[in-house]
């Protein structure tokens, strides 16, 4: 098979010829069609500390078809068409093909194109956890609460704001720093945008609205953590996704009753958690709300082909932290 790789931090993606890997167990073996590109990729990439060998294969949002399967699988056959996210520890979907288990794959929508449903399996993932796990925001009794998404338009945010207006029946404010990233959150459904680059509490209480039962956090936790303090209701919940760089004192959460929870996608699969195979259901829902056209894709780029120019184009998109939506590329 063909594949991208990395042997260093500092080089650029390298066109390697391996093996075609053997599915046995749970795993499928995949005929990559498209994949998306996301932050994860290239904080791997920056993990790589010395050079090694073999080069390191990232990427972890794809669709495409099974041509092999383990002799445990139980939730595919040959020639189903798919969509998956991975797991960060195996090796990614910059390839031809990949093994990925069936457990945390999802039977792709019909409706789409391949390059519309590559956009959407790691974000999709991601929003649905951090919402209805992490949050625990109830579809049937929650609607009409406030939520606050910090950094709507990026990836996460783009299917995060659908799913909190479309599925949860909430009202969503959202933040954006530019006049064309406002206007895709509200393309995607915000009811209200403000400036995270500027004063957020005030921006918020200008609105008139509750303060927020919910806060999701998908732009610079160590940033934004005061005003997520002072704005979230008591007994709200707050959700991040942005690892931090500073120490925050939990106590200011204490007279509220408020709580602070961690959305990590890749935790089920790297700890191969009993509930693993809830991302497989999570992913066929998602393509049920995408077929049904109640959610959009949140692509926004097809870049080309997946080439070594194309991978460091993507990358240098990916960190201007100006991304809006999802960037995808074309099978190798």
Same mark, same amino acid.
């Not at 005030?202 to 303090?229: E, K, S, V, W």
């Given at each position: ?93 910059? /390839? ?43 579809? +049937? ?23 909190? +207006? ?9 933040? /954006? ?9 509200? +393309? ?38 005061? /005003? ?105």
């Amino acid at each position: 098979m063909k594949a991208l790789g990395f042997s260093s931090n500092d080089t650029s993606a390298q066109l390697l010829e391996q093996s075609t890997p053997q599915a046995t167990a749970h795993d499928l073996l995949i005929k990559i069609d498209a994949i998306a590109v996301n932050p994860v990729d290239t904080k791997v990439k920056a993990s790589i500390k010395a050079p090694i060998s073999p080069a390191k294969i990232v990427g972890w949002d794809a669709t495409g078809t099974v041509v092999a399967i383990g002799d445990h699988v139980e939730l595919f056959k040959l020639g189903d068409n798919v969509f998956y996210a991975g797991d960060v520890t195996r090796p990614g979907c910059y /390839a031809s093909h990949q093994l990925v288990d069936e457990r945390i794959v999802g039977h792709a929508p019909t409706s789409l194109s391949v390059t519309e449903i590559a956009a959407m399996p790691l974000t999709s993932i991601t929003a649905w956890q951090a919402l209805f796990s992490r949050l625990r925001i109830n579809k +049937k009794h929650d609607a009409g609460k406030n939520i606050l998404i910090i950094g709507g338009a990026g990836g996460v945010g783009s299917i995060a704001i659908q799913l909190a +207006k479309k599925v949860a029946g909430l009202n969503v404010i959202t933040t /954006a720093s530019r006049s064309e990233s406002e206007q895709w959150c509200r +393309k995607m459904g915000a009811d209200h945008v403000i400036n995270h680059h500027s004063e957020m509490v005030l921006q918020y209480r200008t609105l008139g609205l509750r303060d927020p039962d919910y806060i999701l956090c998908l732009n610079d936790t160590d940033r934004h953590f005061a /005003a997520m303090a002072e704005l979230i209701a008591p007994q709200g919940l707050i959700c991040s996704i942005v690892g931090t760089q500073q120490k925050h004192d939990l106590d200011c959460l204490k007279s509220k009753s408020a709580g602070f929870v961690w959305e990590f996608m890749f935790t089920r699969s790297m700890f191969k958690t009993s509930d693993m195979i809830e991302q497989h259901h999570l992913l066929n829902t998602i393509a049920k709300l995408l077929d049904d056209g109640i959610l959009t894709s949140t692509l926004n780029h097809v870049i080309g082909p997946l080439t070594t120019e194309n991978i460091e184009k993507a990358h240098i998109k990916l960190l201007s932290g100006s991304t809006i939506g999802k960037l995808v590329l074309t099978s190798i």
